[in-house]
């Protein structure tokens, strides 16, 4: 099939080609040499209005400070920081620190947490940092993520970390686009696959009739057809309309992060698109993954990750020779990529690889009891019509037995089917070691979530009290996005009981991936091993799949906690109340 | 008189605002704007799915098209078709009906129907049901009464196939069925009319695409008495929305 990039090569010409981060690496202290970088204990921050040219055409972005990215911050972990947030957009504005810790007054949530920072208002967020690590900002109001406020946190660790680099840079992902947010949203409701330039053709069946005959093709279609699904729904907004940047340069004028060979050199990996997954390599260096949302983890050492939006991961690499490498991020759909040069010379650049084939959802992405089937000869799998789906595959053990077996008092939640929902995971199950559509067998060694161990035990931690069980809803035809098949306007607030651990299991009823992120408590993922929980504060959930975590509920208060992208938040949306 | 003509018209108009401003109000609930944007925006679409010209002596131009305004859940359609020549029109039908999302692929309809061509015209309450069917077939079939106790069915049903991510062929095939004759509408008890086409449009962007094509209109049982027609033409038009 004919594949098209939409990389748009045009150079930016605004203030953005001087946005490099680069945090400066010394012994005992860190120096910061670069315009972009605030550190500090005092912070002033301005959002505006700002020209910018990312795509060869003119536009207005909304942005921290004049730039895009916004400049990183650099705090230091047990300082009380002050930030001063000014808003000059003739909208209302605000600016939510993802991933930290702090009160809920200082989260930055509309509606939830504060009001809002009116036009040509200040506010001042005061809080105490208790933590380190790498970590993202954005406006938490209307679409002002898509259109530039972000920005990237780094905190710096009271204690040695225990791993050595000499280079410390920020590689910040995301996408941009010409069109008005409110525009893409409108299309999206009018014409939910209006970005979507990878759909099944003619071609695609032919290729798949002389592949596996004419009538095992056309059985292969017949789940897809009933229940009304597209195995080429990757991503919602594409590079039809997305230039993916990195560090807010777009493929053409790239990002260049200097290293002298040999030198160990810490990437810090931000996902601030607003709807764009990203597969992140660098061709001919192995990854050495050291932190996943700001914490430690056991070392893993991997040719590949998938960034899900508003995920951080921090890497190592270790250039051994003399030449440029490839920051390579290509978005999930492959319709695009962001890409930087890790270069020995400002003036050596890198090329970059060939993008991956087009990936095509499977059964399982739809949630679908693979070994059930072999056994019953019909499917786990039910849509709005009702049906079933034979299959001739097996699958081999059920690894992640130990995590369904795990059973805590649940606390059952309000759950509608009807027009919001579409589809249903009849057997969804924990996928942690999947590297996800588009990533398997690919021949690289891809994370998973099953690699991820925390660097520290976690075996005092105390058990679960509860458990609640969130279903990922929606309608892609209409694109509705929902949680339990009710959307935000119209649930009551989750109630979550301070002091309690709470365990909580996500099924996904849709065939896209949702970055949930909770705020102000940590997400502590059970990738396996109970001893070596992960502290995350975003977690995907996979098409058909099933995920659990839990949550130590030590932050009285009310709390955003919603699907992360960006045209998915306002419906697949809940408060939490903690009392 | 003249000002009492204005002040009428004004006041109608007002009346209409008011009444549309009633609707809208009552279709939207809970409006959220905080994160994400608002989840259910008042948007609206206008789609011109037909707008051809039949290569037959008569040149005969067709028109098809709705319009929809509202919320997710809630909307209001206006769907309009029709063909006239140069002599002027030949038949039109137009619907107003409000829409409301009852499954998550289907929604039902309910409102007024408008059948007019040269020489008539005649209003039908109308119940219809619109969708996407299994096997991604967008189907819609409409129940219809008028006063003088005629009942009619109108189905149709659109498909569309892929030949690149461009190119697409739709394929579409509609039946009308009444109980009663209507010599005014020209239109005979049992199955009245049937139509299938075929267009290959080339979307040069996703709101604009030229097409050609390919129709076939028959009319059947007493239709005949008053139009008796089995026609197959060329087409040429455009498809565009926004």
């Known amino acids: 099939m004919q594949r098209r990039t939409f990389v748009k090569g ?5 203030i953005m080609a001087l946005s490099q981060t680069k945090i400066e690496a010394r012994t005992m202290q860190r120096v910061i040499d670069n315009r972009d970088t605030l550190s500090g204990k005092e912070f002033f921050l301005t959002i505006d209005y700002t020209p910018v040219n990312i795509t060869g055409n003119n536009a207005i972005a909304t942005t921290v400070n004049g730039q895009i990215s916004g400049p990183t911050l650099v705090w230091q972990e047990g300082d009380t920081i002050t930030l001063h947030v000014t808003n000059k957009l003739k909208k209302s504005s605000s600016i939510h620190w993802h991933g930290i810790i702090l009160p809920y007054q200082m989260d930055g949530v509309p509606g939830i947490t504060f009001d809002g920072i009116a ?3 200040t506010f001042t967020y005061r809080f105490k940092v208790r933590q380190h690590g790498t970590y993202w900002y954005h406006s938490h109001s209307g679409f002002q993520e898509q259109t530039g406020v972000y920005g990237a946190i780094v905190i710096k660790p009271k204690r040695k970390e225990p791993f050595r680099f000499d280079k410390d840079y920020v590689i910040q992902l995301s996408d941009w686009s010409d069109e008005k947010p409110t525009t893409i949203y409108k299309k999206l409701k009018q014409m939910s696959d209006y ?3 990878s759909q099944r053709t003619i071609g695609t069946f032919i290729d798949e009739v002389k592949n596996k005959g004419l009538s095992k093709a056309f059985s292969d279609r017949k789940m897809w057809n009933e229940m009304r699904m597209n195995d080429g729904d990757i991503s919602d907004i594409t590079g039809y309309t997305y230039t993916h940047l990195m560090n807010g340069q777009n493929p053409s004028t790239q990002f260049k992060a200097l290293f002298k060979k040999g030198q160990k050199i810490r990437l810090r990996l931000v996902n601030s698109a607003a709807m764009t997954f990203f597969d992140v390599r660098i061709p001919g260096l192995k990854m050495t993954v050291v932190a996943a949302d700001g914490n430690h983890v056991k070392p893993v050492r991997v040719d590949e990750l998938r960034i899900g939006v508003a995920e951080t991961y921090d890497v190592i690499v270790q250039p051994k020779k003399n030449k440029a490498y490839a920051i390579f991020a290509q978005s999930i759909e492959r319709s695009g990529y962001a890409m930087g040069s890790l270069t020995p010379s400002g003036t050596l650049l890198a090329t970059p690889p060939k993008m991956d084939p087009i990936p095509k959802l499977t059964m399982v992405d739809m949630g679908m009891d693979m070994g059930a089937m072999s056994k019953k000869g019909d499917a786990g799998m039910k849509c709005s019509g009702g049906m079933a789906m034979p299959s001739k595959k097996s699958m081999k053990k059920y690894k992640w037995a130990k995590m369904d077996a795990q059973k805590y008092p649940i606390t059952k939640l309000p759950m509608a089917r009807g027009v919001q929902t579409t589809m249903m995971a009849m057997s969804p199950k924990y996928r942690l070691d999947d590297p996800g559509v588009g990533l398997r067998h690919n021949g690289r060694k891809v994370l998973t979530y099953a690699d991820l161990k925390n660097r520290y035990s976690t075996r005092k931690d105390k058990k679960p009290d509860r458990e609640i069980v969130l279903h990922l809803t929606g309608n892609m035809e209409r694109y509705m996005w929902s949680i339990n098949g009710i959307k935000y306007a119209d649930a009551k607030p989750l109630q979550f009981h301070y002091g309690e651990r709470l365990r909580i299991t996500f099924i996904n009823d849709t065939m896209m991936n949702h970055p949930m992120h909770l705020h102000g408590m940590w997400s502590d993922l059970e990738t396996g091993d109970d001893n070596r929980l992960v502290k995350k504060h975003t977690v995907i959930v996979q ?37 | 008189m003249r000002k009492i003509k204005n002040y009428c018209k004004k006041s109608l108009n007002d009346f209409c605002k008011k009444i549309l401003l009633n609707i809208l109000t009552v279709m939207s609930v809970n409006q959220s704007a905080y994160a994400g944007g608002a989840d259910n925006p008042l948007l609206s679409l206008v789609v011109m799915d037909r707008l051809e010209v039949l290569n037959n002596d008569e040149k005969t131009r067709v028109w098809e098209g709705s319009a929809r305004f509202g919320y997710d859940i809630n909307k209001l359609y206006f769907y309009t078709a029709g063909e006239a020549t140069a002599d002027g029109l030949e038949s039109s039908q137009h619907e107003l009906v409000y829409s409301r999302a009852i499954a998550p692929f289907w929604d039902a309809q309910i409102g007024l129907a408008y059948d007019k061509n040269a020489d008539a015209s005649k209003t039908w309450v109308e119940i219809a049901i619109a969708g996407l069917a299994p096997y991604y077939f967008e189907t819609r079939a409409a129940l219809l009464v008028n006063g003088d106790g005629n009942v009619g069915l109108r189905v149709d049903a659109e498909y569309e196939t892929l030949f690149t991510q461009k190119l697409i062929l739709s394929s579409s095939v509609e039946a009308d069925f009444y109980t009663k004759d209507d010599a005014t509408l020209g239109i005979g008890s049992g199955l009245s009319t049937m139509e299938a086409g075929l267009r290959l449009r080339y979307e040069i962007k996703r709101e604009f695409a030229p097409y050609v094509g390919l129709t076939w209109a028959k009319t059947f049982g007493n239709t005949r008495n008053y139009n008796a027609f089995n026609e197959t033409n060329f087409l040429v038009g455009v498809r565009f929305w926004f």
């Open chain 1, 119 to 121: 036009s040509g208002e």
């Open chain 1, 543 to 579: 098409p058909g799949s099933k995920i659990s975590y839990r949550v130590t509920v030590d932050a009285k208060g009310s709390w955003a906690y919603h699907c992360h992208l960006l045209y998915h938040m306002s419906g697949m949306f809940r408060k939490v109340v903690v009392s």
């Open chain 1, 10 to 14: 045009v150079a930016v010409t605004s």
């Open chain 1, 195 to 197: 970005y979507n330039f």
